[in-house]
Protein backbone atom coordinates (compact mmCIF):
# COMPACT_ATOMS: atom_id res chain seq x y z
CA UNK A 1 0.00 0.00 0.00
CA UNK A 2 0.94 3.19 -0.54
CA UNK A 3 1.89 6.20 1.73
CA UNK A 4 2.09 9.95 2.35
CA UNK A 5 4.28 11.77 5.20
CA UNK A 6 4.15 15.09 5.81
CA UNK A 7 6.71 15.22 8.79
CA UNK A 8 6.19 18.62 9.86
CA UNK A 9 2.40 19.93 11.20
CA UNK A 10 2.64 23.44 11.42
CA UNK A 11 5.37 26.30 9.61
CA UNK A 12 5.16 30.02 9.06
CA UNK A 13 6.68 32.35 6.59
CA UNK A 14 6.99 36.33 6.27
CA UNK A 15 5.12 37.65 3.96
CA UNK A 16 6.56 38.26 0.34
CA UNK A 17 9.28 35.52 1.56
CA UNK A 18 9.87 31.53 0.46
CA UNK A 19 8.87 28.77 2.03
CA UNK A 20 9.20 24.93 1.04
CA UNK A 21 6.58 22.23 2.65
CA UNK A 22 7.89 18.76 2.83
CA UNK A 23 6.18 15.46 1.45
CA UNK A 24 7.71 11.97 1.15
CA UNK A 25 6.13 8.93 0.02
CA UNK A 26 6.56 5.19 -0.17
CA UNK A 27 5.43 3.10 -3.23
CA UNK A 28 6.57 0.23 -5.29
CA UNK A 29 4.18 1.46 -8.29
CA UNK A 30 6.45 3.37 -11.17
CA UNK A 31 3.76 4.92 -12.97
CA UNK A 32 1.92 7.44 -10.94
CA UNK A 33 0.96 11.33 -9.72
CA UNK A 34 1.57 13.32 -7.05
CA UNK A 35 -0.29 16.34 -6.13
CA UNK A 36 -0.52 19.47 -3.04
CA UNK A 37 -4.18 20.74 -2.28
CA UNK A 38 -4.65 24.03 -0.37
CA UNK A 39 -7.60 24.11 2.22
CA UNK A 40 -8.38 27.16 3.81
CA UNK A 41 -10.10 27.95 6.43
CA UNK A 42 -13.43 27.54 4.13
CA UNK A 43 -12.47 23.93 4.13
CA UNK A 44 -12.77 23.77 0.20
CA UNK A 45 -9.40 21.36 -1.34
CA UNK A 46 -8.50 23.55 -4.11
CA UNK A 47 -5.73 21.57 -6.19
CA UNK A 48 -2.21 23.87 -6.15
CA UNK A 49 -0.32 21.90 -8.63
CA UNK A 50 0.44 18.01 -9.95
CA UNK A 51 3.16 15.96 -10.82
CA UNK A 52 3.52 13.53 -13.34
CA UNK A 53 5.78 10.50 -11.95
CA UNK A 54 7.16 9.97 -15.90
CA UNK A 55 8.18 13.56 -16.45
CA UNK A 56 12.06 15.13 -14.88
CA UNK A 57 10.84 18.66 -14.94
CA UNK A 58 9.69 19.73 -11.81
CA UNK A 59 5.70 21.42 -12.23
CA UNK A 60 5.11 25.19 -12.21
CA UNK A 61 2.52 27.15 -11.59
CA UNK A 62 2.85 31.04 -10.60
CA UNK A 63 4.51 31.19 -7.98
CA UNK A 64 4.04 27.75 -6.59
CA UNK A 65 7.07 24.52 -7.63
CA UNK A 66 7.33 21.86 -6.64
CA UNK A 67 11.13 19.90 -6.44
CA UNK A 68 9.81 15.85 -7.34
CA UNK A 69 13.17 13.35 -6.18
CA UNK A 70 11.89 10.41 -7.49
CA UNK A 71 14.70 8.25 -5.96
CA UNK A 72 14.31 9.79 -2.83
CA UNK A 73 10.33 9.29 -3.24
CA UNK A 74 10.21 13.40 -2.05
CA UNK A 75 7.97 15.71 -3.60
CA UNK A 76 8.40 19.53 -1.89
CA UNK A 77 6.50 22.77 -2.36
CA UNK A 78 7.85 25.74 -2.89
CA UNK A 79 5.99 28.73 -2.35
CA UNK A 80 7.55 32.37 -3.74
CA UNK A 81 6.47 35.77 -2.38
CA UNK A 82 4.52 34.15 -0.14
CA UNK A 83 0.97 36.08 0.13
CA UNK A 84 -1.29 36.27 3.12
CA UNK A 85 -3.98 34.70 1.10
CA UNK A 86 -1.59 31.08 1.11
CA UNK A 87 -2.45 30.77 4.73
CA UNK A 88 -3.90 27.36 4.73
CA UNK A 89 -3.64 23.92 5.65
CA UNK A 90 -1.85 21.97 2.78
CA UNK A 91 -2.01 18.08 1.16
CA UNK A 92 0.33 16.48 -0.05
CA UNK A 93 -1.77 13.39 -2.25
CA UNK A 94 -0.62 10.08 -4.17
CA UNK A 95 -2.80 8.27 -6.99
CA UNK A 96 -1.51 5.35 -8.88
CA UNK A 97 -1.25 5.77 -12.66
CA UNK A 98 -1.52 2.73 -13.65
CA UNK A 99 -5.09 2.24 -15.89
CA UNK A 100 -7.69 0.32 -14.35
CA UNK A 101 -5.89 1.22 -10.77
CA UNK A 102 -8.02 2.40 -7.95
CA UNK A 103 -7.18 6.47 -8.92
CA UNK A 104 -8.35 7.37 -5.39
CA UNK A 105 -6.04 9.75 -3.54
CA UNK A 106 -3.89 8.91 -0.52
CA UNK A 107 -3.35 11.97 1.66
CA UNK A 108 -0.82 12.79 4.01
CA UNK A 109 -1.83 14.31 7.65
CA UNK A 110 -1.34 17.69 6.27
CA UNK A 111 0.95 20.93 7.24
CA UNK A 112 -0.77 24.15 8.97
CA UNK A 113 1.11 27.17 6.67
CA UNK A 114 0.74 30.28 8.73
CA UNK A 115 1.75 33.64 7.20
CA UNK A 116 3.25 36.60 8.97
CA UNK A 117 2.00 40.22 7.89
CA UNK B 1 -16.52 27.34 -13.73
CA UNK B 2 -17.94 23.65 -13.63
CA UNK B 3 -17.93 22.48 -9.51
CA UNK B 4 -18.87 19.37 -7.01
CA UNK B 5 -22.29 20.30 -5.42
CA UNK B 6 -22.77 18.99 -1.73
CA UNK B 7 -25.41 19.24 0.44
CA UNK B 8 -26.26 19.88 3.29
CA UNK B 9 -23.21 22.30 3.67
CA UNK B 10 -24.26 21.59 7.65
CA UNK B 11 -25.48 18.89 9.64
CA UNK B 12 -26.15 18.60 12.87
CA UNK B 13 -28.41 15.49 14.52
CA UNK B 14 -28.82 13.35 17.12
CA UNK B 15 -27.35 9.76 17.51
CA UNK B 16 -29.37 6.91 15.86
CA UNK B 17 -30.82 9.13 13.26
CA UNK B 18 -30.63 8.48 9.71
CA UNK B 19 -28.24 10.99 7.50
CA UNK B 20 -28.00 11.01 3.59
CA UNK B 21 -25.25 13.33 2.08
CA UNK B 22 -25.50 14.22 -1.70
CA UNK B 23 -23.09 15.23 -4.36
CA UNK B 24 -23.64 16.37 -7.46
CA UNK B 25 -20.54 15.89 -9.43
CA UNK B 26 -19.48 18.34 -12.66
CA UNK B 27 -21.45 16.94 -15.64
CA UNK B 28 -19.14 14.33 -17.92
CA UNK B 29 -16.93 13.16 -15.41
CA UNK B 30 -17.08 9.38 -14.58
CA UNK B 31 -15.36 8.75 -11.19
CA UNK B 32 -17.14 10.39 -7.73
CA UNK B 33 -15.03 9.76 -4.47
CA UNK B 34 -16.50 9.95 -1.20
CA UNK B 35 -13.76 10.87 1.33
CA UNK B 36 -14.06 11.68 5.57
CA UNK B 37 -11.86 14.15 6.94
CA UNK B 38 -11.28 14.02 10.65
CA UNK B 39 -8.70 15.49 13.08
CA UNK B 40 -7.28 11.83 14.22
CA UNK B 41 -7.15 10.18 10.86
CA UNK B 42 -6.93 12.88 8.24
CA UNK B 43 -8.30 12.85 4.90
CA UNK B 44 -9.84 8.91 4.11
CA UNK B 45 -11.54 7.54 1.45
CA UNK B 46 -15.29 5.96 2.02
CA UNK B 47 -16.27 4.90 -1.84
CA UNK B 48 -15.35 5.52 -4.99
CA UNK B 49 -17.68 4.58 -8.55
CA UNK B 50 -16.29 4.53 -11.72
CA UNK B 51 -19.48 4.89 -14.42
CA UNK B 52 -21.64 4.63 -11.70
CA UNK B 53 -20.35 0.98 -10.44
CA UNK B 54 -18.82 1.03 -6.97
CA UNK B 55 -15.37 0.16 -7.20
CA UNK B 56 -14.03 0.35 -3.92
CA UNK B 57 -15.78 1.15 -0.13
CA UNK B 58 -13.34 -0.78 1.32
CA UNK B 59 -13.01 2.22 4.09
CA UNK B 60 -16.93 2.18 4.34
CA UNK B 61 -18.45 0.44 7.77
CA UNK B 62 -20.72 -1.64 6.14
CA UNK B 63 -23.14 -2.03 8.75
CA UNK B 64 -24.27 1.37 8.92
CA UNK B 65 -22.72 3.24 6.32
CA UNK B 66 -24.01 2.85 2.73
CA UNK B 67 -23.17 4.44 -0.70
CA UNK B 68 -24.86 4.57 -3.94
CA UNK B 69 -25.44 6.22 -7.50
CA UNK B 70 -29.17 6.04 -8.42
CA UNK B 71 -28.26 8.13 -11.97
CA UNK B 72 -25.12 9.99 -13.20
CA UNK B 73 -25.61 13.10 -11.37
CA UNK B 74 -26.32 12.34 -7.93
CA UNK B 75 -23.76 10.66 -5.40
CA UNK B 76 -25.70 9.60 -1.96
CA UNK B 77 -23.71 9.03 1.08
CA UNK B 78 -26.29 7.22 3.67
CA UNK B 79 -25.40 6.59 7.97
CA UNK B 80 -28.13 4.85 9.80
CA UNK B 81 -27.78 4.73 12.44
CA UNK B 82 -25.09 7.51 13.20
CA UNK B 83 -23.02 7.72 16.27
CA UNK B 84 -21.20 10.38 17.92
CA UNK B 85 -17.95 8.75 16.12
CA UNK B 86 -19.25 9.57 12.60
CA UNK B 87 -19.07 13.36 13.53
CA UNK B 88 -16.51 14.96 10.56
CA UNK B 89 -16.35 16.60 6.90
CA UNK B 90 -17.56 14.29 4.37
CA UNK B 91 -16.09 15.29 1.05
CA UNK B 92 -17.27 14.12 -2.36
CA UNK B 93 -15.02 14.50 -5.27
CA UNK B 94 -15.11 13.80 -9.02
CA UNK B 95 -12.83 13.01 -11.74
CA UNK B 96 -12.76 11.55 -15.39
CA UNK B 97 -10.84 8.53 -16.24
CA UNK B 98 -10.50 6.71 -19.44
CA UNK B 99 -8.01 5.34 -21.31
CA UNK B 100 -5.14 7.39 -21.44
CA UNK B 101 -6.69 9.83 -19.57
CA UNK B 102 -6.35 10.59 -16.00
CA UNK B 103 -7.27 14.24 -14.61
CA UNK B 104 -6.98 15.28 -10.90
CA UNK B 105 -10.20 15.49 -8.60
CA UNK B 106 -12.43 18.41 -8.20
CA UNK B 107 -14.03 18.31 -4.77
CA UNK B 108 -16.47 19.79 -3.35
CA UNK B 109 -17.15 22.40 -0.10
CA UNK B 110 -17.58 19.32 2.29
CA UNK B 111 -20.79 18.81 4.79
CA UNK B 112 -19.83 19.32 8.27
CA UNK B 113 -21.77 16.61 10.11
CA UNK B 114 -22.07 16.62 13.93
CA UNK B 115 -23.49 14.00 16.12
CA UNK B 116 -25.04 14.61 19.48
Given amino acids: ?15 AETV ?20 PPSRQMILVIRQEAYKQQNATENRFSVNFQKAAKSFSLKI ?19 PGANSKLTFG ?4 LSVRP | DARVTQTPRHKVTEMGQEVTMRCQPILGH ?4 WYRQTMMQGLELLAY ?7 DDS ?15 LATLKIQPSEPRDSAVYFCA ?15 DGTRLSIL
Fill in chain 2, 59 to 73: GMPKDRFSAEMPDAT
Fill in chain 1, 20 to 39: TLSCTYDTSESDYYLFWYKQ
Fill in chain 1, 109 to 112: KGIT
Fill in chain 2, 94 to 108: SGFTGTGVNQPQHFG
Fill in chain 1, 80 to 98: SDSQLGDAAMYFCAYRSGF
Fill in chain 2, 49 to 55: FRNRAPL
Fill in chain 1, 1 to 15: AQTVTQSQPEMSVQE
Fill in chain 2, 30 to 33: NTVF
